[in-house]
T-cell receptor
Framework: AQSVTQLDSHVSVSEGTPVLLRCNYSSSYSPSLFWYVQHPNKGLQLLLKYTSAATLVKGINGFEAEFKKSETSFHLTKPSAHMSDAAEYFCVVTAYTNAGKSTFGDGTTLTVKP | DAGITQSPRHKVTETGTPVTLRCHQTENHRYMYWYRQDPGHGLRLIHYSYGVKDTDKGEVSDGYSVSRSKTEDFLLTLESATSSQTSVYFC????????????FGPGTRLTVT
């Protein structure tokens, strides 16, 4: 079994300030973890992935995430928010043993204020 | 962008009518998935395929069926549409050996009246 909890449904930051989007997961197997971004009325785009290599993962557009097994967390961060970062973000857990069946978190809406 | 298209992009249909949504890929990826997206629920897996004629159910499969007769096409059918199936439907593809990272289509907005 696997599950994902995104701890904040909405996060609001000012442009130029750091972003933190929190994600906790559970999985019976060693999981792959992903963050996807969805801009309004668009499809989903892969931001970054963790697949049991380096625990600090860098993605596109300056985002990164750290896998912490002891805390079962995979939080997404960015040092300085940009207006274009305003979107919905999804944390996803996938088990190798299950043909890639993925479980999505409910999403976090990021608002960036000027 | 991954070569993945969905058709139609928008559809309005009446309760009780059958509806088929099509997902087409040009990437020759093994895995294909159908999700629905509803406010407050993220994306939920309806059905998935791990090869031609090989499909399995996801977490919200009731009322839906799928078929995959060719690598490039994955069809989602609502046999008798209900208002609870009003949603945005996304198809995704994933190559074998990729750690299952998925690439998404643009979505189909379905309204059942």
């Amino acid at each position: 079994a696997q599950s994902v909890t995104q701890l904040d449904s909405h996060v609001s930051v000012s442009e130029g300030t750091p972003v933190l989007l929190r994600c906790n997961y559970s999985s019976s197997y060693s999981p792959s973890l992903f963050w996807y971004v969805q801009h309004p009325n668009k499809g989903l785009q892969l931001l970054l992935k963790y697949t049991s290599a380096a625990t600090l993962v860098k993605g596109i557009n300056g985002f990164e995430a750290e896998f912490k097994k002891s805390e079962t967390s995979f939080h997404l961060t960015k040092p300085s928010a940009h207006m274009s970062d305003a979107a919905e973000y999804f944390c996803v857990v996938t088990a190798y043993t299950n043909a890639g069946k993925s479980t999505f978190g409910d999403g976090t809406t990021l608002t960036v204020k000027p | 962008d991954a070569g993945i298209t969905q058709s139609p992009r928008h559809k309005v249909t009446e309760t009780g009518t059958p509806v088929t949504l099509r997902c087409h890929q040009t990437e020759n990826h093994r895995y294909m998935y159908w999700y629905r997206q509803d406010p407050g629920h993220g994306l939920r897996l309806i059905h998935y395929s791990y090869g031609v004629k090989d499909t399995d159910k996801g977490e919200v499969s009731d009322g839906y069926s799928v078929s995959r007769s060719k690598t490039e096409d994955f069809l989602l059918t609502l046999e008798s549409a209900t208002s609870s199936q009003t949603s945005v439907y996304f198809c995704a593809i994933s190559p074998q050996g990729s750690s299952y990272e998925q690439y998404f289509g643009p979505g189909t907005r379905l309204t059942v009246t």
